[in-house]
């Protein structure tokens, strides 16, 4: 049986690449679809992909649903008073510190007395490697960090680590921001993540990545799956993750991850697996 872990969506691309309405449509898809885990922050879009989120929360009041947000450095004024009030909400169900800074070592005391008024329910870190992750203390029960294909932040002993210490790995950007998909090799596309946010290109455009993907390109062609449908299969179907966000613009893109989900040649994942460690 191949190993699925389970699919949140990612709400990075409200108010920023896409506007209220596709978001609505897009969230209103993925919670048709089972989705439960909602994952935002305050720096998407300036604070605009958290009031989205808020907005439709109050007017489709979903049920049984996991909402994740996150607060940028520095840690020694932690407010979480503008993620509640743009989310409409008085818990957030996953607070995480969205990538490392040396005030993490010093905001423990904070952070408790969120989760002891209520005001948080669990805490996680986001962009660590697993020695940050170890000296960030044993508060944080969920670690977020990229995972795909062509570049992972999620080690064979960060895996060990969280599976011993009981702390969850939730992965994002199973796709590469689009660069598994092969569209960028002539150049970036425009109006893609890499033309909104330039910095992502050092991220990916490099010769470890473009070689895992000329790997990519060449089991798609001899199996007959599209590249986008392998990329997101193995990321959906990794051992020791708990949830992967997927991203979008639209209810479609949604759909070829849960696709992707239910991915059942068993010998292509294993080669897969096996190519992409």
């Known amino acids: 049986m191949i190993h699925s872990p389970q699919i949140g969506l990612g709400c990075v691309t409200f108010g920023r690449e896409i506007d209220e309405a ?25 604070g605009a992909s958290e009031a989205i989120l808020g ?11 996991i909402i994740a947000t996150k607060v940028l450095p520095p840690y020694d004024r932690i407010d979480i008073r503008p993620n509640l009030d743009r989310l409409g909400l008085e818990q957030i169900d996953l607070l995480y510190l969205h990538q490392w800074h040396e005030t993490a070592l010093h905001c423990g005391s904070t ?27 044993s508060r944080f029960s969920v670690v977020q960090n990229n995972h795909n294909l062509a570049v992972s932040d999620v080690s ?48 990916y455009f490099h010769e470890s990545a473009y070689q895992r993907l000329a790997k990519l390109e060449a089991i798609a062609m001899r199996t007959g799956h599209s590249q986008t449908h392998l990329a997101l299969a ?3 179907h990794q051992r020791g993750i708990d949830t992967v966000l997927v991203g979008g ?9 849960i696709a992707a989900s239910e991915f059942g040649d068993e010998e292509v994942m294993a080669e ?4 992409f460690r």
């Not at 897009?26 to 922050?41: I, K, M, N, W």
């Open 156 to 203: 064979a002993e960060l895996r060990c680590h969280c599976a011993a210490n009981s702390i969850a790995i939730v992965t994002y950007s199973p796709l590469g921001a689009g660069f598994l998909t092969g569209k960028h090799q002539s150049g970036v596309q425009a109006g893609s993540r890499f033309e909104i946010i330039p910095g992502h290109q050092q991220v």
């Open 249 to 257: 613009r639209s209810p479609a893109h949604l759909d070829q991850a």
């Open 111 to 137: 952070l408790d007395a969120l989760v002891s008024k209520g005001l948080v329910r669990k805490l996680g870190v986001s962009n660590v490697s697993l020695d940050q992750l170890r000296s960030a203390g």
């Open 272 to 275: 897969m697996l096996e190519v």
């Open 55 to 65: 907005r439709w929360l109050a007017s489709r009041r979903p049920e049984s649903i």
């Open 22 to 46: 596709a978001s609505f449509a897009l969230l209103d898809h993925a919670y048709e679809r089972g989705v439960r885990h909602f994952d935002t922050a305050a720096a998407y879009g300036g």
């Open 234 to 236: 193995w990321a959906l």
